[in-house]
């Protein structure tokens, strides 16, 4: 086993050496050794892909689809990915030169970052929210402003948003939205997107729009901030959720033509291309499997309505989430905010695996996430496990 030369220990990037490892992804790896544990941890839908998707993935492969595909993405894919936006969000995208296919959402939003932003700028957060943003910034070498927004319901208003950018003065480059949101399932009324739209064009700034979430929310409808102010936003999303594909790691950015010539150099530097047979599942899933994150939706949102009674029952408190497949819990008062204390016990005594509401970010502190992407069975036997620890907790 080779050991690293001694005079090259520490001479690794400083900025990716200063970044944590993911909370959510430690702590799960900590609670996973607990025998026993169930786990609500990992937002990963527990369905199976569609057939007729991975149908069109095996016919790539037996038709020998196996050389490297247009950098930005397969004509089909991309087209696939201009009609569903065109048709579900209001925004029409060039396929041509508007669109890009990534390696998940999570190379959109890196490449997305790492060709809008540069040192010193800042780009503004709602928090708390999913925590890969912070460390991913921060290697631009521009800083995160994270924007405690607990006090208005897990909402970024455009109040707050206005007196943000009047404190932060020069810099803001960037405002990055999750909705509906990880870990709150919170999601935005058109209302108030129409607020932050015009706070972001009145200081000249980008919105990225992270919406992987966006086919699943429940009795309510999803807007998207690009279909209001399109020549300003970069929208992100991808597969993974709406078609319970996340192994196949399939995402897409769009936007105006001129930031996306810039992503498109940063997105051939990291991958070059995506795979080719997973293009043609995403050009299947997106073209004739509109109707798939709607059998899901229906599961997911009888699981939501179990999960959120079950938990208001014990005493907990809540906002009853709207979209994604997350409950953001207030933990009792005892703990006052040591999340990790709670989530700590609860998984060693109940064995009941939960995400501490501290690894994302500001305002998450003293709240737990608790995944509802799990079985019926699974949810219920951690609702009567959670029900024995809080009656021995008094």
């Given at each position: 086993?080779?050991?690293?030369?001694?005079d090259?220990?520490?001479?690794?990037?400083?900025?990716?050496?200063?970044?944590?490892?993911?909370?959510?992804?430690?702590?799960?790896a900590?609670?996973?050794?607990?025998?026993?544990?169930?786990?609500?941890t990992?937002?990963?839908?527990?369905?199976?892909?569609?057939e007729?998707?991975?149908?069109?993935?095996?016919?790539?492969?037996?038709?020998?689809?196996?050389?490297?595909a247009?950098?930005?993405?397969?004509?089909?894919?991309?087209?696939?990915?201009?009609?569903?936006?065109?048709?579900?969000?209001?925004?029409?995208?060039?396929?041509?030169?508007?669109i890009?296919?990534?390696?998940?959402?999570?190379?959109?939003?890196?490449?997305?970052?790492?060709?809008?932003?540069?040192?010193?700028?800042?780009?503004?957060?709602?928090?708390?929210?999913?925590?890969?943003?912070?460390?991913?910034?921060?290697?631009?070498?521009?800083?995160?402003?994270?924007?405690?927004?607990?006090?208005?319901?897990?909402?970024l208003t455009?109040?707050?948003?206005?007196?943000?950018l009047?404190?932060?003065?020069?810099?803001?480059?960037?405002?990055?939205?999750?909705?509906?949101?990880?870990?709150?399932?919170?999601?935005?009324?058109?209302?108030?997107?129409?607020?932050?739209?015009?706070?972001?064009?009145?200081?000249?700034?980008y919105?990225?729009a992270?919406?992987?979430?966006?086919?699943?929310?429940?009795?309510?409808?999803?807007?998207?901030?690009?279909?209001?102010?399109?020549?300003?936003?970069?929208?992100?999303?991808?597969?993974?959720?709406?078609?319970?594909?996340?192994?196949?790691?399939?995402?897409?950015?769009?936007?105006?033509?001129?930031?996306?010539?810039?992503?498109?150099?940063?997105?051939?530097?990291?991958?070059?291309?995506?795979?080719?047979?997973v293009?043609?599942?995403?050009?299947e899933?997106?073209?004739?499997?509109?109707?798939?994150?709607?059998?899901?939706?229906?599961?997911?949102?009888?699981?939501?309505?179990?999960?959120?009674?079950?938990?208001?029952?014990l005493?907990?408190?809540?906002?009853?989430?709207?979209?994604?497949?997350?409950?953001?819990?207030?933990?009792?008062?005892q703990?006052?905010?040591?999340?990790v204390?709670f989530?700590?016990?609860?998984a060693?005594?109940?064995?009941?695996?939960?995400?501490?509401?501290?690894?994302?970010?500001?305002?998450?502190?003293?709240?737990?996430?608790?995944?509802?992407?799990?079985?019926?069975?699974?949810?219920?036997?951690?609702?009567?496990?959670?029900?024995?620890?809080?009656?021995?907790?008094?």
């Amino acid at each position: 086993m080779p050991e690293l030369a001694a005079d090259l220990r520490g001479t690794i990037n400083h900025k990716l050496d200063a970044q944590k490892p993911s909370g959510i992804r430690a702590f799960d790896a900590e609670v996973s050794k607990i025998p026993g544990i169930i786990k609500l941890t990992i937002g990963e839908p527990d369905m199976d892909t569609p057939e007729h998707v991975k149908q069109a993935a095996i016919k790539s492969i037996q038709n020998n689809d196996s050389h490297y595909a247009p950098q930005a993405g397969k004509p089909e894919l991309l087209k696939a990915i201009s009609k569903y936006l065109k048709d579900t969000r209001g925004v029409d995208y060039n396929p041509e030169n508007e669109i890009i296919s990534t390696v998940g959402a999570t190379e959109a939003l890196v490449a997305a970052l790492f060709s809008l932003l540069n040192t010193g700028d800042k780009v503004v957060i709602p928090t708390p929210i999913f925590s890969l943003y912070f460390p991913l910034v921060a290697m631009t070498g521009a800083t995160a402003v994270q924007v405690d927004t607990s006090a208005d319901d897990f909402i970024l208003t455009p109040e707050h948003l206005e007196r943000v950018l009047q404190r932060e003065g020069k810099g803001v480059k960037v405002v990055l939205l999750n909705y509906p949101t990880n870990p709150t399932g919170r999601e935005y009324p058109k209302e108030t997107l129409q607020g932050l739209a015009q706070v972001i064009t009145k200081h000249h700034l980008y919105a990225i729009a992270d919406e992987i979430y966006s086919d699943l929310v429940y009795g309510v409808k999803h807007y998207s901030i690009a279909s209001m102010i399109p020549e300003r936003t970069l929208f992100i999303s991808g597969l993974s959720k709406s078609h319970a594909m996340t192994g196949y790691r399939l995402g897409y950015v769009a936007g105006p033509a001129e930031i996306i010539a810039s992503i498109h150099k940063m997105h051939a530097y990291l991958v070059t291309a995506v795979t080719d047979n997973v293009q043609a599942a995403g050009a299947e899933a997106l073209s004739n499997g509109r109707k798939d994150p709607l059998a899901f939706r229906k599961i997911y949102e009888q699981r939501r309505d179990m999960i959120v009674a079950g938990l208001k029952k014990l005493g907990f408190k809540l906002a009853t989430p709207e979209g994604a497949f997350y409950v953001f819990a207030k933990i009792p008062d005892q703990f006052g905010k040591d999340d990790v204390k709670f989530a700590l016990q609860l998984a060693k005594e109940a064995k009941v695996g939960v995400t501490p509401g501290s690894a994302f970010g500001a305002g998450g502190e003293g709240y737990i996430r608790l995944s509802y992407a799990a079985s019926d069975e699974n949810i219920q036997e951690c609702l009567k496990r959670i029900g024995a620890f809080m009656k021995k907790l008094g």
